[in-house]
């Protein structure tokens, strides 16, 4: 299902609320690009570069990343795509840079997954991931054909280190303070979907598996 004309959107919510499981179906629907904050910047620590490192331990404690870093690495990832359809996952995460964002695009919709924390504690404990690929599972929900191997490379799947429940915490409390100020502004800025139900949209008869 192709569209027909350049369309951007953006997909936001606490962490562990399935932006990533919800972004991977709409983009393969769509034919939109993918682009997710959290898969950038474990590319980037991958690599092993200094930057990477610093990123590594803000994450690893559950906190954000500065505005001015996360900014330069997503907004010149979007300049550099932009005759291209996109859903951008995990980012904006702060006002500060949904305001940046504003200033390099138009972003048409933003779709907010709402979720209760307690949910998320155990969906994030019970999540694996394909790191280079950023595809995840979950023991309950999506399991993989093989335990313990991705689906498409058969490689092995990993616990993210941030994933522990302390960590998950703080994940919580940054989204509490920094990140729900960014539903304020949406509402006032754009189209907000804000009830949006990840269960029913993934029900819906049209919807792949
Ligand atoms: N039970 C349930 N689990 C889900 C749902 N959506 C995603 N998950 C799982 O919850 C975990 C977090 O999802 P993910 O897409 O990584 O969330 P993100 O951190 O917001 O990108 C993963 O293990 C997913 O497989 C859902 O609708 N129901
Ligand atoms: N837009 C952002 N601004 C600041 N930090 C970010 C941003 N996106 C991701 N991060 C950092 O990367 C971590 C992992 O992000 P992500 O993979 O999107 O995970 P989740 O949604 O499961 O929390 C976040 O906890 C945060 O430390």
């Not at 299902?1 to 919510?13: K, N, P, Q, Y």
């Not at 993918?34 to 559950?62: F, P, Y």
């Not at 005759?83 to 933003?110: I, K, M, N």
């Amino acid at each position: 299902m192709a569209l027909h004309r350049i369309f951007r959107a953006v997909v936001t919510g606490p962490p562990g609320s399935g932006k990533g499981t919800v972004s991977s179906r709409i983009t393969k629907t769509f034919g939109l690009k993918h682009i997710s904050s959290g898969d950038i910047l474990r590319a980037n620590i991958n690599a092993r570069t200094e930057l990477g490192l610093l990123m590594k331990s803000c994450i690893d404690q559950g906190q954000l990343i500065p505005d001015d870093v996360m900014s330069r690495l997503i907004l010149s990832d979007l300049r550099a795509t932009d005759q291209s359809s996109w859903l951008l996952d995990g980012f904006p995460r702060t006002v500060t840079q949904a305001e940046a964002l504003d200033d390099t695009c138009s972003v048409d919709t933003v779709i907010n997954l709402n979720v209760p924390f307690q949910t998320i504690k155990q969906r994030l404990t019970s999540r694996w991931t394909h790191l280079s690929s950023g595809r995840v599972y979950n023991i309950d929900f999506n399991p993989p054909k093989v335990p313990g191997l991705d689906d498409v490379t058969g490689e092995p799947l990993v616990q993210r280190d941030d994933d522990t429940p302390e960590t998950v915490t703080h994940r919580l409390k940054a989204y509490e303070t920094q990140t729900e100020p960014v539903l304020e502004y949406y509402s006032q800025t754009h189209t907000l979907h804000s009830n949006f139900d990840p269960v029913l949209f993934a029900q819906s008869s049209w919807f792949p598996a």
